[in-house]
């Protein structure tokens, strides 16, 4: 029987020959399936859109085509894709972009690897992931008073629901740790979707997140 982790799909961009070495491994221990790698950003696309991996992780600063560049590129061709950002960079001038191209996580080199493989597992499962050494950036930057409460969008149940999408969590479990029916589940989530003019759940939690509302 194959697990969770063996389904997930990986390709990896990264331009440092050892550390896309040490990622891949602590993928394939983790049970990932890594489809394809590159260190170039340009080269990356066409095999990327080819094998459809579930999740892409990719560095920002990478030669032919940056990680932002990439990120925004597949978005637009695969809006479903999973894409999980793993740099060096922590600054906000590096974090904002990535999210607003599409990213779906945001991860630091000079965290734990295991903070990278929370991020994919998070991804692939449909939800957002924001190293803790970023993320107060999200919540500082975004939350003055020109920036809309969450009270002011979504209704109470609403947040609670997005809380759970955030954290990578299907309709099933969220209807049983809310005590709510799946098509209750499905609806709420339509109705944040349309609130938010979202695309789909992930992107959903990525503008919670930059509004400051989870925390």
């Not at 399936?33 to 080819?50: F, H, K, M, P, T």
């Not at 924001?130 to 149940?157: E, G, V």
């Not at 959903?204 to 509302?213: D, E, L, P, S």
């Amino acid at each position: 029987m194959t697990s969770e982790p063996e389904s997930i799909r990986v390709f990896l961009v990264e331009d440092h020959a050892l550390t896309r070495a040490g990622l891949r491994t602590a993928f394939a221990e983790a049970g990932f399936c890594i489809v394809g790698e590159s260190g170039d950003g340009l080269a990356a696309q066409q095999q990327i859109l080819s094998l459809q991996p579930h999740v892409a992780v990719l560095d920002v600063g990478l030669p032919g085509q940056d990680g932002i560049a990439l990120s925004r590129a597949l978005k637009t061709a695969c809006p479903q894709m999973g894409i999980v950002i793993v740099t060096m960079q922590e600054g906000e001038d590096y974090v904002f972009p990535a999210l607003t191209a599409g990213a779906n996580a945001f991860c630091v080199k000079t965290s734990n690897i295991a903070t990278v493989i929370d991020a994919v597992r998070t991804v692939a499962a449909g939800g957002a992931y924001f190293d803790p050494k970023i993320a107060h950036l999200i919540l500082n930057r975004l939350n003055n008073s020109n920036t809309p409460r969450a009270s002011q969008i979504l209704t109470p149940r609403e947040l609670d629901i997005l809380r759970l999408v955030a954290e990578g969590h299907g309709n099933l479990a969220i209807a049983d740790m809310l005590y709510l029916g799946v098509g209750t589940v499905k609806g709420h989530i339509h109705d944040i979707l349309e609130k938010l003019s979202a695309s789909d759940r992930a992107q959903a939690a990525v503008i919670a997140f930059r509004q400051g509302w989870l925390r």
